[in-house]
């Protein structure tokens, strides 16, 4: 792979970035939950909202590579620190998404579901171009995989069970936080969970060929 084509995958992932990033601002702003790993950060910026929810996904995704370095040890690659920044890049994106979605009024219910189900396809729409740059994965997918090579399951089991475990988390911190209520993790969060793969599947399949032309030039 030569150098040019590095840096467009590079580009590409952080355009990929953006997209997940407003994605996840769109359904933030519906009120009705987030993506299943987003859940957490979504709940603590409910309850400690002096933090932005993409200072607080910074910190979560900062809390999953350093997860990575305790799973795999010395076969931790140094090359997946880039998640550092990249996971930075991500939280400003957010925010700077959250602004975007802000002028956008959400009296009713129906208008709230249309921005799940809005924020879920710019979010898949993310997360294919990221599948398809094929450079470095976010710090979500890298903790996965980090825990699947070392424990020996398939990625896809362990990446339901870590989604499963991230909404758990949220619901107890939720409960803790807001006197045995549930806050931040709603309807939205199922609908991302059974979504966002089924979606994401159809974008790469329509966009790996013409992307990998231009990547590849």
Known sequence: MSKN?????YILFVISLFFAAIGVAFTKHGELGVSPISSVANVMSCKFSVLSLGT????????????????LRKKF???????????????????????????????????????????VAILS?????????????NSGEAFVKA?????????????????????????????????????????????????TGIVVKFFSSKLKEPIDTVLCR
Not at 125 to 137: E, P, Q, T, Y
């Open 5 to 9: 084509e590095i840096a467009k995958r």
């Open 125 to 137: 729409f993310g997360i294919s171009l990221s599948v398809i740059a094929n450079v470095i994965m």
């Open 56 to 71: 607080w996904l910074i910190i979560w995704n900062c809390f999953l590579i350093a997860g990575q370095i305790l799973v």
């Open 77 to 119: 690659n140094l090359i997946q620190l880039l998640q550092i920044p990249l996971s930075f890049l991500f939280g400003w994106f957010t925010d700077f998404g959250m602004w975007i979605v802000s002028f956008i009024p959400t009296n009713s219910y129906p208008v709230r579901f249309a921005m799940i189900v809005i924020g």
């Open 147 to 195: 825990v699947s090579d070392t424990i020996n399951k398939e990625f896809g089991n362990v990446k339901i069970a870590f989604d499963v475990l991230c909404v758990i988390i949220s619901l107890i911190l939720s409960l803790l936080f807001f006197n045995f209520s549930i806050v931040g993790t709603r309807e939205g969060t199922i609908i991302s969970a059974l979504l």
